[in-house]
């Protein structure tokens, strides 16, 4: 496989670019995105009021429940959040080339695709974790104890990189850049090369941050707080899509002009 020598991605010019790019395309976004965003926050409300509020905390038969109903739950928020960020990466990469049109809400291949490269992305992150854990218990015996500390994130952190490698395939398949699951995870790893830590950086860490702070603040005692991040999960969820949208424009091989593009950047 030939290795390419990308350019080193700048992070803050990327993160401000995501602020602009977002607003700029706000309209184009609204249009695509305003039927997935309005039952996304609906299933999101609900699941918050009314799902179960944990995997495992009674008997065995009531944790069955439980967890049947969460999957229930997670399972339309997931079916949406695929449509959401397929279209988003469309209006973002493509912008109004070709006059985009968008149905209220629909799937095709390329969501189907998307799913196909989330499994894999998910098991190449599991298999990696597993791994590392095993070979890191035969070397430390202590690690145990290290992993249930406050410490213990920084062993995600090797599994997290091998995985972050292939997130720039999910751009390249809903913006038709990539035939296929395959060519795309291959692209993602081929153009991520010298920049991993700084795509994991972007595309992991920033928004785990703003989950995580979305999470505390939904623990706060006020009227509302859980409508209100319910909602702010659904409306920052476009910025961190450009991120990654703009990620994969600064690194793919062949890099037409997009609409406004110049603007972006």
Aim: include cysteine; hydrophobic fraction near 55%.
């Amino acid at each position: 496989m030939q290795v390419v020598s990308s350019p080193r991605l700048p992070l803050a010019k990327i993160v401000a670019g995501a602020l602009i790019l977002s607003w700029e395309r706000r309209y184009a976004l609204l249009n695509a995105l305003w039927l997935p965003l309005l039952l996304g926050i609906a299933f999101s409300i609900s699941e918050s009021i009314w799902g179960p509020s944990s995997w495992e905390s009674g008997t065995t038969e009531e944790n069955a429940q439980r967890q049947s109903s969460l999957l229930l739950w997670t399972l339309p928020l997931f079916v949406l959040t695929v449509v959401f960020a397929v279209r988003s990466y469309r209006v973002y990469l493509l912008g109004s080339e070709g006059r985009q049109t968008f149905a209220p809400i629909s799937w095709g291949l390329r969501e189907t695709r998307f799913i196909f490269a989330i499994a894999g992305v998910a098991f190449i992150f599991a298999s990696a974790l597993f791994m590392f854990s095993g070979l890191t218990a035969l070397v430390w015996p202590g690690v145990g104890e290290f992993a249930g500390s406050r410490y213990g994130l920084a062993l995600v952190l090797p599994p997290a990189y091998l995985a972050g490698r292939f997130l720039l395939a999910f751009p390249a398949l809903a913006s038709d850049g990539a035939e296929d699951v395959l060519q795309a995870l291959t692209q993602s790893w081929r153009i991520t090369n010298r920049n991993g830590w700084r795509v994991v950086m972007l595309c992991v860490i920033v928004p785990g941050v703003v989950a995580w702070a979305l999470e505390q603040l939904s623990h706060l005692s006020l009227p509302g707080i859980t409508v209100f991040t319910s909602i702010a999960v659904w409306l920052v969820m476009p910025v961190e899509l450009a991120l990654v949208a703009l990620a994969y424009v600064t690194l793919r091989e062949d890099k037409p002009v997009a609409p406004d593009e110049e603007e972006i950047t």
